[in-house]
């Protein structure tokens, strides 16, 4: 690896993107500060927040300069950074800005989940901070050898799960050390606000005070990513949160399956009805591993072949069963357990790729392949482009499957494969929803929903046109996850158009068949076709109108 790429590596491993210092001392210039506060900025870097707190601390004292920094960085002022080059050069500039470093300090090199921080005065209770600021890591790794511990202690709180991100768990661990009280201001990717794996957090967070969040217009050249200021002050359960200074209550977040702090006002009537997964069961597909092995295009109606596939049987060996497990460990039972079958003897069925001398060409279709569901941009209906080798059910490729990496073993979407519905692109600014035939394999790529048992077969046309609406993908990204990613809880958690009269309902339920029909007879459409704009008369609001509910039962 280049000495760049190996930077790189190590910038995103420990998530860093420093604060501009202009950015980080307006945050701290409005913090209100006496010198019995004790502040804590737990991933300091090279300290964007910590040299103008110090300043900030500095000024509420008296005395020689020296005398006064040392009691700001013995009393005040508390750190905790774990990358050796960013500590230094913040120790440094401290130096350089006041051309002395007291021996004793708070400022620590290390990882903020190891660190324990000592009490005060010889109490012995968690030492509490009046104040929590900075820009804990985001999308940074944890310890490997810390991962499962810090899931038992920051993972679940009030009976919800806390997604495993590392600012997530820098957000737990400081309510932890705040004191009644407390403040906590920390800049903040702006996810979390959203999406459904943050929803454990976002109710802690106002189950133990008073959230306010400002979106930042810019935050650094360093990254692209919409960033948020969270303020937060640990007061006791809260019952609305403010965003851009609009005041949401408990009572409309609770509408949305997630818990979205995005949920507009004029936006929560649609979520006082059912969800589309009240209607139909929304999956992800299957990750392969290898699509080259087993995944084919289809070209002027052909599949061209470069494998053969064989099976044998593969020794099992401990060696083997380590790399394949997660992280690389096994509990000693399993150890034992692989070591009497290696000596054994014992043996896995495996399946071995063998390159062809000539490529096969066969037609398409053909009895060993499956069409395969990849994700595309593309509305309504597409021709299948991909096909994968699904010979005996997949024996080929849910072998080679079964004996790579752990993460590999389970099949996405299995019980749905072949099955009618419709699918749209994972990563999307917006959803690209078509129907899917009956017959396809799923790729995770292109999550998929089907009618559950008993629904009106109809409804799968209702809902096509549905996500095919500007108001359905505004409630999707501004309410239910404004990320790039629609995963199948995303598509589940948007209302059903309940509001939507029988007469329109009919009309529109025809419309969108004749779409069908007509795309799979070639014709092409995209979100800005004219068949799509008059659909978007068909769901407009009637909320109220006397709504009549046509509900799922067939
Ligand atoms: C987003 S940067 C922000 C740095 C600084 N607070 C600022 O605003 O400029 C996150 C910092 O967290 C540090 N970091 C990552 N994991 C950490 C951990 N477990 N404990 C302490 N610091 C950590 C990174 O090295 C990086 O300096």
């Known amino acids: 690896m280049s000495i ?78 774990l990358d050796a080059t960013l500590y230094a050069r913040c120790l440094e500039a401290i130096r350089r800005r006041w051309d002395a470093l007291p021996a004793q300090h708070n400022l620590v090199r290390g990882d903020f989940f190891r660190h324990h921080f000592a009490a005060r005065n010889g109490d012995s209770s968690a030492p509490a901070f009046t104040i929590i600021v900075g820009n804990p890591p985001f999308g940074g790794a944890f310890d490997p050898a810390l991962q499962d511990d810090l899931d038992r202690v920051y993972g679940f709180r009030n009976g919800a799960k806390i997604k495993k991100e590392t600012y997530a768990f820098f957000i737990v661990k400081s309510l932890d050390l705040l004191a009644p009280g407390g403040r906590l201001r920390f800049i903040c990717s702006d996810t979390f606000l959203t999406i459904n794996t943050m929803r454990g957090l976002r109710r802690y967070l106002m189950q133990q005070g008073e959230v306010s969040i400002r979106t930042l217009g810019e935050f650094s050249d360093e990254t692209n990513h919409p960033m948020v200021v969270l303020d937060f002050v640990k007061s006791g359960a809260a019952e609305a949160i403010t965003v851009d200074g609009v005041r949401t209550p408990r009572s409309q977040i609770e509408l949305t399956a997630n818990f979205s702090w995005r949920i507009a006002a004029d936006l929560a009537r649609y979520f006082a009805g059912p969800r589309l997964g009240d209607f139909m069961i929304a999956s992800s597909g299957m990750t392969v ?171 799968l046309y209702f809902i096509l046109g549905w996500t095919l609406t500007r108001l359905c993908n505004r409630l999707l990204k501004e309410v239910i996850n404004h990320t790039r990613n629609i995963q199948s809880k995303d598509f589940e958690r948007l209302p059903y158009p309940w509001w939507v009269a029988a007469p329109d309902k009919a009309v529109a339920i025809a419309h969108v068949k004749q779409m069908v029909v007509a795309a799979q007879q070639g014709e092409r459409f995209t979100p800005e076709s004219q068949e799509i704009a008059v659909l978007e008369g068909y769901f407009s609001h009637t909320i109220n109108a006397p709504a009549t509910h046509v509900g799922g039962g067939a």
């Not at 394999?441 to 929903?449: E, F, H, K, N």
């Open 4 to 81: 760049a790429k190996a930077a790189r590596a190590h910038k995103r491993q420990l998530g860093q993107f420093l604060t501009p210092s202009a950015l980080a001392a307006q945050l701290i210039a409005s913090l209100e500060l006496t010198i019995h506060d004790r502040v804590l900025e737990p991933s300091m870097g090279d300290g964007a927040f910590i040299l103008p707190l110090i300043e900030k601390f500095m000024a509420l004292y008296d005395g020689p300069m020296t005398e006064r920094l040392a009691q700001v960085l013995q009393r005040n002022v508390y750190g905790v950074e």
């Open 289 to 459: 591993g290898r699509n080259a092995y087993f995944v084919r295009k289809i070209e002027d109606g052909k599949i061209v072949e470069p494998y053969r596939f064989e099976f044998f049987d593969d020794p099992i060996t401990l060696e083997q069963e380590v790399k394949r497990a997660r992280l690389g460990r096994l509990s000693p039972r399993q150890v034992e357990k692989i070591r009497r079958l290696e000596a054994a003897g014992a043996t896995r069925r495996n399946v071995r790729i063998v390159a062809r001398s000539q490529p096969l060409t066969l037609a398409a279709p053909h009895p060993d392949y499956c069409y395969y569901n990849k994700g595309a941009p593309t509305i309504v209906y597409a021709p299948p482009t991909h096909v994968i080798y699904w010979k005996d059910e997949g024996d080929a490729v849910l072998t080679f499957k079964k004996n790579g990496n752990w993460y590999l073993h389970g099949v996405g979407g299995q019980p749905y494969f072949k099955r009618e519905g419709l699918t749209w692109q994972l990563i999307a600014r917006r959803l690209y929803t078509r129907y899917l035939p009956p017959g396809y394999i799923l790729d995770s790529g292109a999550p998929c929903a089907f009618l559950r048992p008993g629904v009106a077969p109809d409804e």
